[in-house]
């Protein structure tokens, strides 16, 4: 897996992951990362009428977690390093971690600060 304009075979634990998108913390705690229902020209036009113009996805404890990590000062690996600190039975952490941190780059709800 390798992140948008990142280099070829880069690791994403090297990478300072920021937050890209407008967020909001549930009643329960838990992170909903707010995903615009339209985007571009049509977007700018459209969104300001809609009732409800984002998609919220919502995280469960672990990426409510490591999405307050993604403040674009941490590397995945200090994040990895919090998580299993915070997550102390969870095996393979680093990798879910990099997996995790995939998908949020691939939806590019995450970018690279360095």
Same mark, same amino acid.
């Given at each position: ?11 994403? *634990?090297?990478?300072?992951? #920021? %937050?890209?998108?407008?967020? &909001?913390?549930? =009643? ?12 571009? /020209? ?7 009428? /809609? ?13 409510? +977690?490591?999405? =307050?990590?993604?403040?674009? !000062? /941490?590397?995945?690996?200090?994040? #990895?390093?919090? *998580? &299993? ?5 969870? &095996?393979? !952490?680093?990798?879910? *971690? #990099?997996?995790?941190?995939?998908? *949020? +780059? !691939?939806? #590019?709800?995450?970018?690279? %600060? =360095?």
């Amino acid at each position: 897996m390798t992140p948008p304009r990142g280099k070829p075979g880069q690791d994403l *634990l090297e990478l300072r992951p #920021a %937050t890209a998108r407008k967020w &909001e913390r549930g =009643e329960d705690g838990l992170v909903r990362i707010l995903v615009p229902r339209f985007t571009g /020209l049509l977007g700018r036009w459209i969104m300001p009428r /809609l009732k409800k113009p984002y998609l919220p996805i919502r995280l469960d404890e672990t990426g409510s +977690f490591i999405w =307050e990590k993604c403040n674009g !000062a /941490l590397s995945g690996r200090e994040i #990895a390093r919090d *998580l &299993e600190k915070r997550f102390p039975t969870m &095996e393979n !952490a680093d990798q879910r *971690l #990099a997996q995790f941190l995939g998908m *949020l +780059f !691939a939806q #590019a709800h995450v970018v690279n %600060t =360095e």
